[in-house]
């Protein structure tokens, strides 16, 4: 009885209250239009469903956001007593009526931040609204520090996101839970606090206003449970990468609930405690799958992040949802416009990162350093045949700066001082300055999830040195019609290279090479498995400066950039990701009508 009444007020009670306004919301509304001063519409708890009503019939849906504070004003021109428009708008509209507007909500809290995300949010939402003129986007943001026309400006100047009809985009900020998506937070648990945080924000998010349309840019599948328990809205993700893997119960003692794993249980505090991360960290994962399982578009930012989720969210082909890639828009216009492959570049390294740990820049100072030693042992720093390390990257934190310190350290102790430049916190300018005349590009990540630094590179005519994994070696690097050299450790458009101090390197699959190359188990596409070999980083160097240096003839980069280009236009482009997802919107759109079909007659029509 108990399970009943809950179910019925999750799928019953709470559809009315979030989106049907109180049944004299007509008298309510005329009453604010009929008074002789602005005054605030008197609204109760029902913000989301009168917020609704208001932005669906609005000249102006902007004007409904809750920036100053949650209370509602009507915007002037919809207030003004002769706008019949504005009071027949408002009236309830049927499933088909091809005059119903459609909120696209955009749950993304970090929408102020300059990142990737961000990038993938503020396109998503310039394609969105170019789909449709019926189409209204609502951001939902825990940066309540930035006006709405701040955040939309820094999104143009930093993405080049340019054309947004701000009139249709209504900010919506959530000021009472954002704190618990925040991982520093949680001392303990992080993940499940920031699954219950995610649910509580998205709570938030629909008593403001409840969008027809739930989209995730951010990854904060908490949402989601809110969403389809309740109102059963069409979901789109945009999964950048998953928050839990199953490779992650390899660094547990108990891997699996079998007599295998637990057939050694001892009795003793130690074993309790393993036990315990394993029943936590399994019931993290499958209450993943089953988030996963309500969302019903899933797009993945590259190969890495779709073998990986496939698996994770594993009923959703069997439930007819869609699982595909959509690469994400990398703003790579600015940077092809003016680009001049046929200059001539220096003979130089160049690895624009971030001074982080996990970037292992002292992988290439350990490298080139070996390099250098084997190869270069008496030459002086000035000869044109040594390529020279550039290291250009940002410290954000008191932690970025002291790994740029130790990586400054290892430079110095290797006696690399003439042969290694560091560039830190330069303007954007320099950046593409930097990318105008070197000519080689580095990334070192292990499972780097895309890399759009490589694809910067390929934009501005630098030729790639990357790590053999992931974005960069999957979906970017991966030369230009080019597919039987698909595994090789070189293309059309780029060189590969593995290290033994890789995650999965694994000593029982090497094999002796001529060339000393490292044997590696590659994972192309999701299932498909293959052997391949590749050179270190110092041996990949010696290949194309010492042993082979045709491979980086002027004649071979110049083709090698050529390539690259048309890979950056093809895949990349801002335009490209635009058209792509205009086509999500448009099936968006159908699940809206299927979904809206099956409710109640009078959730239909509110």
């Given amino acids: 009885m108990v399970v009943f009444v809950v179910y019925k007020s999750f799928t019953s009670v709470l559809p009315h209250y979030f989106v049907v306004p109180h049944q004299n919301w007509r008298e309510r509304i005329a009453k604010v239009i009929k008074h ?12 989301s469903s009168y917020r609704r009503r208001l932005i669906l019939a609005s000249i102006q849906p902007s004007f409904y956001t809750n920036f100053r504070n949650n209370k509602i004003k009507l915007q002037p021109e919809d207030a003004a007593k002769d706008n019949q428009r504005f009071l027949t708008e408002m009236r309830r509209r049927g499933v088909d009526d091809p005059s119903r507007k459609l909120l696209y909500g955009f749950f993304h809290p970090y929408a102020n931040n300059g990142g990737g995300g961000e990038r993938v949010l503020w396109q998503a939402v310039g394609a969105t609204l170019e789909a449709n003129v019926r189409n209204i986007a609502v951001v939902y943001t825990t940066n309540i520090e930035a006006e709405p026309l701040q955040i939309l400006q820094k999104a143009e100047d930093k993405f080049q996101v340019s054309g947004l009809d701000s009139s249709r985009i209504v900010f919506i900020y959530l000021r009472r839970f954002g ?51 309740i109102l059963r809205l069409p979901i789109l993700a945009y999964v950048h ?80 949802h ?56 008496n030459v002086k720093a000035d000869d044109a045949d040594i390529p020279k390390l550039v290291f250009l990257g940002s410290c954000r934190t008191a932690d970025d700066t002291a790994t740029l310190h130790l990586i400054q350290s290892k430079v110095e102790k290797a006696g690399l001082q003439d042969y290694v430049e560091f560039i830190v916190d330069c303007s954007y300018d320099e ?20 890399g759009i630094g490589v694809v910067e590179y390929l934009a501005r005519g630098v030729v790639p040195l990357v790590h053999a994994s992931a974005g960069p070696w999957l ?132």
């Fill in 322 to 377: 869609k699982l595909e890639k959509l690469y994400p828009p990398c703003g790579t216009e600015t940077l092809t416009k003016e680009v001049n492959l046929e200059q001539k570049r220096e003979n130089k390294l160049l690895y624009i990162a971030q001074f982080r740990p996990e970037k292992r820049h002292s992988l290439f100072v350990d490298e080139y350093a070996q390099f250098l030693k084997k190869n270069f042992a």
């Fill in 475 to 606: 979906d970017i690097v991966t030369g230009w019609n080019d597919e039987e050299n698909k595994l090789n450790w070189h293309n059309n458009s780029g060189f590969f290279f593995k290290s033994m101090d890789d995650p999965d390197f694994d000593p029982s699959v090497q094999e002796e090479t001529e060339e000393g190359f490292i044997t590696f188990n590659v994972e192309i596409e999701q299932g498909e498995v293959q052997r391949a070999q590749y050179p270190s980083f110092s041996g990949l160097l010696y290949h194309i400066f010492v042993k082979s240096p045709e491979l980086v003839s002027d004649k071979r980069l110049d083709e090698m950039r050529h390539n690259g280009l048309r890979l950056v236009k093809e895949k990349f482009s801002n335009g490209v990701f635009s058209e792509s997802w205009k086509k999500y919107v448009g099936e968006l759109e159908e699940l809206e009508v299927d979904y809206r079909s099956e409710k109640d007659d009078v959730v239909q029509v509110y």
């Fill in 179 to 229: 704190h618990l998506i925040d991982g520093a937070y949680w001392k303990h648990f992080t993940l499940i606090g920031q699954l219950v945080g995610s649910m509580l924000l998205g709570l938030e998010a629909l008593f403001e206003l409840t969008p027809d349309i739930w989209i995730d840019t951010i990854g904060l599948p908490g949402s989601y449970l809110s969403v389809t328990f």
């Fill in 431 to 450: 950046v593409v300055d930097q990318l105008s005349r070197a000519k080689f590009g580095l990334n070192a990540m292990w499972n780097e999830h895309f």
């Fill in 36 to 47: 002789d001063k602005p005054i605030y519409l008197n609204v109760g708890y029902k913000r």
């Fill in 241 to 320: 990468y998953p928050i839990i893997q199953s490779d992650m119960f390899n660094k547990l003692k108990f891997k699996a609930f079998t007599t295998a794993e637990f057939g050694e249980f001892n009795f003793s505090a130690r074993d309790f405690v393993e036990a315990g991360k394993f029943v936590y960290w399994s019931m993290v994962y499958y209450f993943y799958v089953y988030l996963g399982s309500t969302v019903d578009v899933t797009l993945a930012n590259g190969t890495w992040t779709f073998n990986h989720i496939s698996n994770i969210w594993s009923f959703n082909r069997i439930l007819g």
